[in-house]
């Protein structure tokens, strides 16, 4: 879902009243942003002209001449939000002078792919590992190509700066060309909350994601909650979500 903030003169502390306001936040304006940018795919609607030492991280947002802003503000908001051109309006919230826009459209996303015959499952790992500290998700599938030769099409999910991390793909891996498309994505509201659930006669505490569709607890929360029990983890698994499901119930 966007959040899309469009302002005419803006400031730090006015920004901070305002996500203080709407969105119940607490902190710097930085922390604020980046706490936000977990809930939102955040955008902005046009920018001052960026002074010079902002100008590079500035590629791709319009510039209106009549905003202003300061270059401590803006540069926050130039490394959370991203540019945005068409939208939907579905609500608006306005405060002193900042307009805050919910759009339901389709989240845009990047997906780049490329395709490698001349590795082993170690290198692939590896590359895995590498490219998920920059990306959403990473996807590696085996396929037969001409000639019969095995090898993996990986697929990789991100947000902003396919070209940066298509660099990284062909560093990483043994491959001279990335495939980028740019999609939509659907994304189901979501957040993750922290609960308290009975498992095996104790209480633990751990995160779990709810959304109106489903509930699901972190997997690294469980593996802490089953190495703490000494039991397997598929057995505490079941039991976390028999445990989450009946407290759920007794809310009702």
């Known amino acids: 879902m966007k959040l899309i903030i469009d302002f005419d003169r803006l400031d730090g502390k006015t920004l901070e009243d305002c996500l203080k306001r709407f969105f119940g936040l607490e902190g710097n304006l930085e922390g604020m942003l980046e706490e936000l940018s977990k809930s939102f795919d955040l955008h902005v609607t046009e920018i001052p002209l960026p002074k010079s030492?902002?100008?590079?991280?500035?590629?791709?947002?319009?510039?209106?001449?009549?905003?202003?802003?300061?270059?401590?503000?803006?540069?926050?908001?130039?490394?959370?939000?991203?540019?945005?051109?068409?939208?939907?309006?579905?609500?608006?919230?306005?405060?002193?002078?900042?307009?805050?826009?919910?759009?339901?459209?389709?989240?845009?996303?990047?997906?780049?792919?490329?395709?490698?015959?001349?590795?082993?499952?170690?290198?692939?790992?590896?590359a895995t590992n590498e490219i998920l500290k920059y990306a959403l998700d990473v996807y590696v599938y085996p396929y037969f190509g001409k000639k019969g030769r095995?090898?993996?099409?990986?697929?990789?999910?991100?947000?902003?700066?396919?070209?940066?991390?298509?660099?990284?793909?062909?560093?990483?891996?043994?491959?001279?060309?990335?495939?980028?498309?740019?999609v939509g994505r659907y994304k189901v509201e979501r957040e993750v909350v922290e609960r308290t659930v009975k498992v095996f006669g104790k209480e633990f505490k751990l995160r779990v994601k709810v959304s109106e569709v489903s509930l699901k607890p972190e997997f690294e929360d469980v593996k802490r909650i089953a190495e703490s029990l000494k039991r397997p983890l598929p057995m505490v698994y079941i039991e976390v979500l028999r445990g989450l499901n009946d407290e759920d119930t007794e809310r009702e």
């Open 53 to 126: 030492n902002l100008l590079k991280v500035s590629k791709g947002f319009r510039v209106n001449l009549n905003k202003e802003c300061d270059d401590e503000t803006l540069s926050k908001l130039l490394k959370f939000c991203k540019p945005v051109e068409s939208f939907t309006i579905d609500e608006v919230w306005e405060c002193n002078g900042v307009r805050f826009i919910l759009s339901k459209d389709f989240e845009e996303i990047y997906v780049l792919e490329t395709n490698v015959d001349d590795v082993s499952g170690e290198f692939i790992s590896y």
């Open 150 to 182: 095995p090898g993996y099409m990986v697929k990789v999910l991100c947000r902003d700066n396919p070209r940066n991390l298509a660099k990284i793909v062909c560093e990483v891996l043994p491959t001279l060309g990335v495939r980028i498309h740019r």
